[in-house]
């Protein structure tokens, strides 16, 4: 098993251009969550994802941001008309199946994201 | 609303010395606290969950709901100890809420 993987490793967009960054979870996760840490600061939660579901979104941004888990293929998280501020590390996280008590979240490697 | 603060941003000790990592948190209902290891160049991954109530690497944390920690201890650091350590909190939602972390420094 290959871990959470995490592509690009590093991105770099112009003010203005989108970002897409995608996240394979751990074979058998259906879970994916996705963090942001912004320069000098802890990780902080983003959203919560199942297959096809949106199941937590409390900490997107309400605009230009969005992500999605299609039945088939990656997690995305995307972000349109990127500003200097959006400039980051995009964590990415799965987990399996909820069984009642919380489940351990593995994490990838991240997205590093510089906004020129 | 839940928070997590760790309150040091470096904290460096020599090799053999305790070692003490503070995190206090707030939450509303019945917590589940985590401590999170980031060593060099290698992903973010879980140390240890205070349900477990089990020793990781020689490092041990007590939760304590009157003062509301959960700090991460180790009585004798070793060099290879050095990294990034985050606390964390999980809610019912799955959702975990980090402090800003701590970062280690086992000097020989």
């Known amino acids: 098993n290959a871990g959470v993987m995490q592509n690009p490793r590093h991105l770099v967009r112009r003010r203005g251009q989108e970002a897409r960054l995608r996240c394979s979870p751990m074979k058998g996760h259906s879970h994916v969550y996705w963090y942001r840490q912004l320069p000098e600061e802890g990780l902080k939660f983003m959203v919560y994802?199942?297959?096809?579901?949106?199941?937590?979104e409390s900490g997107m941004p309400k605009e230009r941001f969005s992500a999605e888990f299609p039945k088939e293929g990656p997690s995305i998280l995307r972000i349109q008309q990127v500003v200097r501020g959006d400039s980051a590390a995009y964590f990415c996280?799965?987990?399996?199946?909820?069984?009642?008590?919380?489940?351990?979240?593995?994490f990838g490697p991240g997205t590093r994201l510089t906004v020129l | 609303a839940q928070r997590v603060t760790q309150p040091e941003k470096l904290l460096s000790v020599f090799k053999g010395a305790p070692v003490e990592l503070k995190c206090n948190y707030s939450?509303?209902?019945?917590?589940?606290l985590f401590w999170y290891v980031q060593y060099s160049r290698q992903r973010l991954q879980l140390l240890l969950r205070h349900i477990s109530r089990e020793s990781i690497k020689g490092f041990t944390a007590d939760l304590n709901k009157g003062e509301t920690s959960f700090h991460l201890k180790k009585p004798f650091a070793q060099e290879e100890d050095s990294a990034m350590y985050y606390c964390?909190?999980?809610?019912?939602?799955?959702?975990?809420?980090f402090g800003g972390g701590t970062r280690l420094m086992v000097k020989p």
């Open positions: 964390a909190l999980g809610n019912a939602g799955n959702m975990l809420t």
């Open positions: 939450y509303s209902g019945s917590p589940e």
């Open positions: 994802l199942q297959k096809e579901n949106i199941i937590d």
């Open positions: 996280a799965s987990s399996p199946p909820a069984g009642g008590n919380y489940n351990e979240q593995f």
